[in-house]
């Protein structure tokens, strides 16, 4: 069964780093695109970052200049690396991920990761 693990949330202080993976597993075929959203309290899910099969990145305005998206193909893991983290930056995020598994090469899959907690905080 295809699943996505995310990592490398926690506790950091204003203008700190961390660096979030997450690893796609099960049978994959193809991924078309992985990306990163958040969801803070109170607000709705938004896109951060999203990296296709063909190289091409996006990321939200707010995270512009202090966020990196990148991957390493032959792992099917992509990383968030996260520089000068503000408060407003508080929110579980969770990896996505559009794929074609082997068990099924007739359908396209969207899944999602559980979630990893970053808490920006003095």
């Known amino acids: 069964q295809v699943h996505l693990v995310e990592s490398g949330g926690g506790l950091v202080q204003p203008g700190g780093s961390l660096r979030l993976s997450c690893a796609a597993s099960g049978g994959i075929l193809v991924i078309n695109v992985m990306g990163w959203y958040r969801q803070a309290p109170g607000k709705q899910r938004e896109l951060v970052a999203d990296?296709?099969?063909?190289?091409?990145?996006s990321y939200a305005d707010s995270v512009k200049g202090r966020f990196t998206i990148s991957r390493d193909t032959a792992k099917n893991t992509v990383y968030l690396q996260i520089n000068s983290l503000k408060p407003d930056d508080t929110a579980v995020y969770y990896c996505?991920?559009?794929?074609?598994?082997?068990?099924?090469?007739?359908?396209?899959?969207?899944?999602w990761g559980r979630g990893t907690l970053v808490t920006v905080s003095s």
């Open positions: 996505n991920a559009d794929l074609i598994g082997d068990y099924d090469v007739t359908k396209r899959l969207e899944l």
């Open positions: 990296i296709t099969g063909g190289d091409s990145i």
